[in-house]
């Protein structure tokens, strides 16, 4: 089982970026997904999930907020996560990581709540 997350990069603040995760080894199409990040020297943190069928989302509502900002939504048939990015900020500099919940339906916010990691994937926002 791999979760291969890609799409990351040097942006200047104010772009857009995409990220995207795709599985192989196993379908996850009737599990809850999510994006986490985790810049240099700070925990990881949740930044935004998506039920099984893309019907449900959350974001996450810390200080720099990505709601607004960021959409989170998935390809089933195509065993992909996405992640699009808009009016990126230098905060949002960090190693982005997308993660598979297949215990529960509900859209956790803390990393042990999931169970399959892919193996991050750097965004830069240069300011």
């Known amino acids: 089982v791999q979760l291969q997350a890609s799409g990351g990069g040097l942006v200047q603040a104010g772009g857009p970026l995409r990220l995207s995760c795709t599985a192989s080894?196993?379908?996850?199409?009737?599990?809850?997904m999510a994006w986490f990040r985790q810049a240099p020297g700070k925990e990881r943190e949740f930044v935004a999930g998506?039920?099984?069928?893309?019907?449900?989302?959350?974001?996450?509502d810390y200080a720099d907020s990505v709601q607004g900002r960021f959409t989170v939504s998935r390809d089933n048939a195509k065993s992909t996560l996405y992640l699009q990015m808009n009016s990126l900020k230098f905060e949002d500099t960090a190693d982005y990581y997308c993660?598979?919940?297949?215990?529960?339906?509900?859209?956790?916010?803390?990393?042990?709540?999931?169970?399959?990691w892919g193996q991050g994937t750097q965004v830069t926002v240069s300011s």
């Open positions: 080894g196993r379908t996850f199409s009737r599990n809850t």
């Open positions: 998506i039920s099984w069928s893309g019907g449900r989302t959350y974001y996450a």
């Open positions: 993660a598979v919940d297949v215990n529960s339906g509900v859209i956790g916010r803390r990393p042990y709540e999931y169970e399959y």
